[in-house]
């Protein structure tokens, strides 16, 4: 089974400190993302990788930026973590474009709840 | 740009009685994928059935089927024999090219069983 898992599961942190959520999967994806999931919102897309070291902006990008090192690691860092980034943060791998009728999705992992005082 | 739609943020259904949860999209592209994806209270999100937008099929996968309709862009999922463990948030989503790139979300729905 895919395991991709999430550093923290709950994290409080002070306005103006740099935050790190690191995001670990064992499957060799080569894809992996970060979204941020807000209620009546939705799932957001922060950012994704295609691969090490490459890196792609997603919907809302602001205020955060990405790591990719090694492949089965990608973080996403709050440089000065700010109140309005209080939110769900789901990580998640796939692999790259799929061959048709092989089912095959992204893989979540169990999310980090931020608090940002 | 691509947008999924889920119209009822909240719903609730009787144990053993079956459900049909509604989403739309918006898409200019012919070929895409569309899925539903489940969170439980413990949050690991999880895919619950997947859709192929060539295949003129619906999915199914045990209790859960959908209801494709491409021309309308509509992709509603049905839960027959719906348990207690079905209780979650149920989450549209879209992707334009493989299945497993970006993946565009519905703002999700509440369901609640109810024994």
């Known amino acids: 089974d895919v395991k991709v898992t999430q550093s923290s599961r709950y994290l409080v942190k002070r306005t103006g400190e740099k935050v790190f959520l690191e995001c670990v999967q064992d499957?060799?994806?080569?894809?992996m993302f970060w979204y941020r999931q807000d209620p009546g919102l939705g799932l957001r897309l922060i950012y994704f990788?295609?691969?090490?070291?490459?890196?792609e902006k997603g919907d809302i990008p602001e205020g955060y930026s990405v790591s990719r090192e090694k492949k089965e690691r990608f973080s996403l860092i709050l440089e000065s973590a700010s109140t309005n980034q209080t939110s769900m943060y789901l990580c998640?791998?796939?692999?790259?474009?799929?061959?048709?009728?092989?089912?095959?999705?992204?893989?979540f992992g169990p999310g980090t709840r931020l608090l940002v005082l | 740009a691509q947008t999924v739609t889920q119209s009822q943020p909240e719903m609730s259904v009787q144990e053993a009685e079956t459900v049909t949860l509604s989403c739309t999209y918006d898409?200019?592209?012919?070929?895409?994928?569309l899925f539903w994806y489940k969170q439980p209270p413990s949050r690991q999100m999880i895919l619950v059935i997947r859709?192929?937008?060539?295949?003129?099929q619906n999915a199914t996968e045990n209790r859960f089927s959908v209801n494709f309709q491409k021309a309308a862009k509509s992709f509603s999922l049905k839960i027959s024999d719906s348990q207690l463990g079905d209780a979650a948030m149920y989450f549209c989503?879209?992707?334009?090219?493989?299945?497993?790139?970006?993946?565009?979300f519905g703002k999700g729905m509440k369901l609640t069983v109810n024994p």
């Open positions: 998640a791998s796939s692999l790259p474009y799929p061959l048709r009728d092989v089912e095959e999705t992204q893989y």
């Open positions: 499957m060799d994806h080569e894809n």
């Open positions: 990788s295609y691969d090490v070291k490459m890196k």
């Open positions: 898409t200019s592209e012919s070929d895409y994928y």
């Open positions: 859709q192929e937008a060539y295949k003129q």
């Open positions: 989503a879209y992707s334009g090219q493989g299945g497993s790139e970006k993946l565009v």
